[in-house]
């Protein structure tokens, strides 16, 4: 029987957008007005980063295929690749509730997703998101008051929205495993531009503004929480994102997590699909150009 340990959740913190032919797509990271790191990859997000499935305790009582439940996530900004200026080093990467001597300036990431169990094997569950779900968001802010509390869940969406985006279906899946005591999974999810007011901020975000957008976001779920033990999630903060507070059949665990931004440029006429069978497009247009024999 597979305890409700997979139901921990999955779901959480990856964003993964594979279009084929694609690499990651190197962006320079601001405050709005100045430089911050030029030439960078990848976001990379605390290990005190949080998540909690919602109502799937307590453990011992089986999951079901089809069974469903939101997840939600927080975290803030520990570093980033790529080459940084001075103006970096202001960054307060110590979700501890107050600014830090000499740092100016935070980024978190919040998420919330429903999340659709696929398949149960042996001791691991696979996840999907629930296509019936329309409210799945992840969004990034830039916060110069640096108030991160991992403890009390505040601070994590209350600063200035730089990036919103929609986890669609499309290449998003998760995976919990029972591991004695405890467990361990992975996650990648895709986000894209496509529901009204989605967007990137190019005074922050700068180089990662196409049409096409995704976030490649891979992460450690880890059973017991550890270092990311917390009691709610987004509270005080946007209206998109409710506070909730962890109830006792809640689980909470241990999310760590990066994420790759991707531009991809299709073939005229085929912006629509938003990145649906890019494998196969792309695949084709490699035989076409292949010379004949």
């Given at each position: 029987m597979i305890k409700s340990f997979r139901k921990l959740i999955p779901v959480v913190a990856a964003l993964g957008f594979a279009f084929a032919g694609s690499s990651a797509q190197a962006f320079t990271l601001k405050d709005g007005t100045n430089v911050l790191s030029t030439g960078s990859t990848t976001l990379d997000w605390n290990t005190t980063g949080s998540g909690v499935a919602k109502g799937v305790?307590?453990?011992?009582?089986?999951?079901?295929?089809?069974?469903?439940?939101q997840f939600l996530y927080q975290s803030n900004l520990a570093s980033v690749d790529g080459d940084t200026t001075a103006a970096?080093?202001?960054?307060?990467?110590?979700?501890?509730?107050?600014?830090g001597a000499?740092?100016?300036?935070?980024?978190?990431?919040v998420a919330k997703l429903t999340e659709k169990v696929t398949s149960l094997t042996g001791n691991t569950a696979t996840f999907g998101l629930d296509p019936t779900s329309t409210n799945n968001k992840v969004a990034i802010y830039?916060?110069?008051?640096?108030n991160a509390s991992t403890t009390g869940g505040t601070g994590f969406d209350d600063g200035t929205l730089i990036a919103?985006?929609?986890?669609?279906?499309?290449?998003?899946?998760?995976?919990?495993?029972?591991?004695?005591?405890?467990?361990?999974?992975?996650?990648?999810?895709?986000?894209?531009?496509?529901?009204?007011?989605d967007f990137i901020?190019?005074?922050?975000l700068e180089g990662v503004s196409a049409m096409l957008f995704g976030v490649k976001f891979e992460s450690d779920l880890n059973y017991p929480a550890g270092?990311?033990?917390?009691?709610?999630?987004h509270i005080g903060g946007s209206s998109l994102f409710p506070d909730y507070h962890v109830g006792a059949n809640d689980i909470v665990f241990k999310v760590d997590g990066?994420?790759?931004?991707?531009?991809?440029?299709p073939e005229p006429g085929t912006m629509m699909l938003l990145g649906m069978g890019m494998l196969g497009l792309v695949g084709a247009q490699r035989r076409r150009r292949a010379p004949k024999a």
């Open positions: 305790g307590p453990f011992g009582a089986p999951l079901t295929v089809g069974q469903s439940f970096f080093n202001g960054l307060d990467f110590n979700a501890n509730g107050v600014k000499g740092k100016n300036f935070e980024f978190t990431i830039y916060d110069t008051a640096a919103l985006l929609t986890i669609v279906p499309t290449n998003t899946q998760s995976t919990f495993t029972i591991a004695g005591a405890g467990g361990q999974g992975s996650t990648k999810m895709t986000a894209l531009q496509v529901q009204p007011g901020d190019p005074n922050y270092n990311s033990a917390t009691t709610n999630f990066s994420n790759t931004f991707i531009n991809a440029v």
